[in-house]
């Protein structure tokens, strides 16, 4: 499995998200290869040889959401056949047409009280969604 990994930030030092990297060393072990695409990349010592990453940037929306754009079509060029979108339900949404265009199994991990519609957009467009607890969806 080639897993894609869409989430806001890969930063071990990061004060809310610096889990993620340890969760992309774990899913590294499990996968072939590991590509995380985030909106920004800061410490990434330590993660395994099989992880690559691609920073989209936070400026200009139309501007970041053609790079996304981009950086999706070159995952799937590159194979990858598995996305993970972490937290947002917005980064599943955009991703769908070209991950299914691609044979790609979409999933969604969400984890928050809040519903509205892209999360309900997202979640019939993605196979799975991961939460957890009930009360988190």
Do not use: C
């Amino acid at each position: 499995m080639k897993l894609l990994l869409l989430t806001q930030t890969l930063d071990a030092d990061d004060a809310v998200l610096g889990f993620t990297s340890r969760w992309v060393e774990g899913l590294a072990g499990h996968a072939d290869e590991v590509r995380v695409i985030a909106l920004e990349v800061g410490r990434t010592e330590g993660l395994p040889d099989n992880v690559s990453w691609r920073e989209v940037g936070r400026v200009g929306s139309i501007g970041r959401w053609l790079r996304y754009r981009g950086l999706l079509k070159e995952a799937f060029a590159d194979g990858f056949d598995t996305v993970l979108a972490h937290i947002v339900p917005r980064y599943a949404s955009l991703a769908a047409g070209l991950a299914r265009k691609a044979g790609a199994r979409l999933f969604l991990w969400y984890t928050h009280g809040a519903v509205d519609a892209r999360l309900e957009k997202a979640v019939s467009q993605v196979e799975k969604v991961f939460t957890a607890t009930t009360e988190s969806l």
